[in-house]
């Protein structure tokens, strides 16, 4: 069973505050990705990694930052959050190799008022 | 440039009923892999399956079964006997085996199984 973690579960949340969307993973995995998902529809890469120190801009375009500092997680954050952040947020990570499936936290519904 | 298209955007039916979820997809790699997951409403995606591009074999696992199809680039997803609990949103995935092994999810199709 994957081990892959994010908090917070659900941020409500003034405009113009930063914000850290935290995700870990236990497995070992060097391959890290977010997502950015409204409830039920398309994913959308952000953000993916593929192990310490690296880092890369996904395709749909992102205020975001990310960092990986450590294997094992991979925090996702809004300098100043819009209105227009709001959505769900997934972090995943998978083990090197294209046929390796990815494993999902339960994500983090972020809503900017 | 790879794609994936699942042209079913919403599907009902009647708990019991057998019901065939559709993916298309294109990519000019011979080599490749293909994905089925689950969201449920509780959000969390969950990994189904996964396929390479050189075994076309089908597969079946209880009430759900996979065809392959490389002529027709399609891998479709049958569920036999749905259940309420097979109400979720499925994504169909495809990976290329080449340079930075991109994913791309099809845009998902929202089952609902109704009692």
């Known amino acids: 069973e994957a081990d892959i973690y994010q908090t917070p579960r659900y941020l409500v949340i003034g405009t113009g505050k930063k914000i850290t969307l935290e995700c870990s993973q236990t497995m070992g995995h060097d391959k890290m990705y977010w997502y950015q998902q409204d409830p039920g529809m398309e994913l959308h890469l952000i953000h993916y990694s593929y192990g310490v120190n690296s880092t890369e801009k996904g395709d749909l375009s992102s205020e975001s930052t990310v960092s990986r500092i450590r294997t094992e997680h991979f925090p996702l954050t809004l300098e100043s959050a819009r209105p227009s952040h709001t959505s769900q947020y997934l972090c995943?990570?998978?083990?090197?190799?294209?046929?390796?499936?990815?494993?999902f936290g339960d994500g983090t519904r972020l809503s900017i008022l | 440039a790879q794609k994936v298209t699942q042209a079913q955007t919403e599907i009902s039916v009647v708990e019991k009923e057998d019901v065939t979820l559709d993916c298309v997809y294109e990519?000019?790699?011979?080599?490749?892999?293909l994905f089925w997951y689950k969201q449920p409403p509780s959000g969390e995606l969950v990994f189904l399956i996964r396929?390479?591009?050189?075994?076309?074999q089908n597969e079946i696992s209880g009430r759900y079964s996979w065809n392959f199809q490389k002529s027709t680039s399609s891998f479709n997803f049958t569920i036999t006997a749905s259940q309420v609990v097979d109400s979720a949103v499925y994504f169909c995935a495809l990976s290329e085996a080449r340079g930075y092994q991109k994913v791309t999810f099809g845009t998902g199709t929202k089952l609902q199984v109704i009692p």
């Open positions: 396929r390479n591009s050189f075994d076309e």
């Open positions: 990519t000019r790699d011979t080599t490749y892999y």
């Open positions: 995943a990570s998978s083990e090197r190799g294209s046929n390796q499936p990815q494993h």
